[in-house]
C-alpha cells in the first residue's frame, strides 16, 4: 500500500457486502472538531452515520491541556455517544506518552497516529476503503499519495455536503462561530496569563517588603 | 514574530495564499491561535477551492460523504 500524505488527519472506512456498502469507522483530527466544537457543533460528525474512530495521540492532543478549549466538552461528548464514537490506541500514541513524560515536542504525533489508523483498517480487511480529511488548503498545494481505497475530502467540503444536505444551516456559519469563539479564547488565555503574571509580581513584591498595590 | 507579522501570515491563510502547514513552520503551534487570530481579523477558515494536485480523490470524497448522508435520512 502506498503511504498517505502525513497530512492526512481523518479517515473512514466502509466496507463492501455484496455490493451494498456500509460506512464503519469515521476518525478525524483535532482541528476539525475544534470548528465543531467552538462553534457548538460536535453533533455534525454523527450525521453522516459513521462510527467515529478518533486516534489516541489525537484525543490525547485535543484534551490533555486542562481548560484547553472545548476540551471538556468533547470528553462529555464521547462519553454521551459510547455507541458511535471511539478511541483507536496506536503506537505513535505510546510514543506520543513517552515524549510527554520525558518534556519532548509531540507536534504532528497527532496526524501521524491518523494516518497509523488509516493504515490499519485497510490491513484488516481488502474490501476497506477509506475517506481522509484534510485541513482545506493543504489539500490544494500539497499532493496527497495515496492508496487507490482512499478518498479525500476537506473541512469545508465536509461542511458544505452537510449543508447541501440541509443537515446544518450554513458552512459559512459554524466557520464564523469557530473563529469567533476561538478569539473568546485567546483572549481569555491572554487575560489567564496577564492575571497569573500580575499574580506572580505580587508575590515577589511582598516577599521583598514592598507595598501591596 | 511581531503582532503584524502573524496577522499578515493569517490574512494570507485565509485568502489561501499559504498553508496551515506553513503557519506552523512559521510558529503556529496551536490551531485555536490560527481561529483566534481569524476571529480576531473578521475572517473565517478559508474553504479549498475544487482545484489542486488531488481533486479527483476529492471528488470521491464529496460523492461517499453524500452517499452516507443520503442513507440517514
Redo the contacts between chains.
Keep these: 500500500m502506498r503511504r498517505a500524505n502525513a ?1 492526512a488527519p481523518c479517515c ?1 472506512k ?1 466496507c463492501g457486502d455484496s455490493g451494498e ?1 456500509a ?1 464503519q469507522p469515521y476518525c478525524h483530527r ?2 476539525a472538531t ?2 465543531v466544537v ?1 462553534a457548538d457543533a460536535l453533533d455534525v460528525l454523527l ?4 462510527l467515529v474512530s478518533i486516534p489516541d495521540a489525537v484525543y490525547v492532543e485535543a484534551t490533555r491541556v486542562r481548560g ?2 472545548g476540551a471538556d466538552r468533547i470528553v462529555e461528548w464521547i462519553n454521551a455517544h459510547l455507541d458511535a464514537v471511539r478511541i483507536i490506541p496506536t503506537d505513535i500514541g505510546i510514543d506520543q506518552q513517552r515524549r510527554l513524560e520525558e518534556g519532548r515536542s509531540i ?1 504532528g504525533l497527532g496526524e501521524q497516529a491518523a494516518i497509523e489508523t488509516l493504515e490499519r483498517f485497510l490491513r484488516s480487511d481488502p474490501a476497506a ?1 477509506a ?2 480529511l ?11 499519495i ?1 492508496d487507490q481505497r ?13 449543508e ?2 440541509r ?1 446544518i444551516q450554513s ?2 456559519y459554524v ?2 462561530q ?10 481569555q488565555h491572554g487575560a489567564g496569563e496577564d492575571a497569573e503574571t500580575r499574580e506572580r509580581l505580587r508575590d515577589q513584591l511582598a516577599r521583598r517588603g514592598a507595598p501591596e498595590f | 514574530m511581531t503582532e503584524a507579522e502573524r496577522y499578515a501570515l493569517i490574512r494570507q ?1 485565509a485568502a ?1 495564499e ?4 506553513a503557519l ?1 513552520e512559521r510558529g503556529f ?1 496551536d ?10 481579523l473578521g ?7 475544487m ?4 481533486v479527483a ?2 471528488q ?14
Excluded: C, M
Design positions: 497530512d473512514a466502509r456498502r460506512f483535532y482541528f475544534l470548528y467552538l450525521r453522516p452515520g459513521l484547553a478549549p507536534r476503503e475517506l481522509l484534510f485541513e482545506d488548503t493543504d489539500v490544494e498545494k500539497r499532493r496527497a495515496v482512499v478518498s479525500l475530502i476537506t473541512t469545508g467540503d465536509f461542511l458544505r455536503e452537510l447541501a444536505a443537515l458552512a459559512d466557520l464564523d469557530a473563529a469567533a469563539r476561538g478569539r473568546n479564547v485567546e483572549r | 491563510y489561501g499559504i498553508t496551515w502547514h506552523r503551534d490551531y485555536v491561535q490560527v481561529l483566534g487570530a481569524l476571529g480576531e475572517l473565517r477558515p478559508p474553504i479549498a477551492p482545484t489542486g494536485p488531488n480523490a476529492r470521491r470524497g464529496r460523492a461517499l460523504l453524500r452517499q452516507a448522508l443520503r442513507g440517514q435520512r
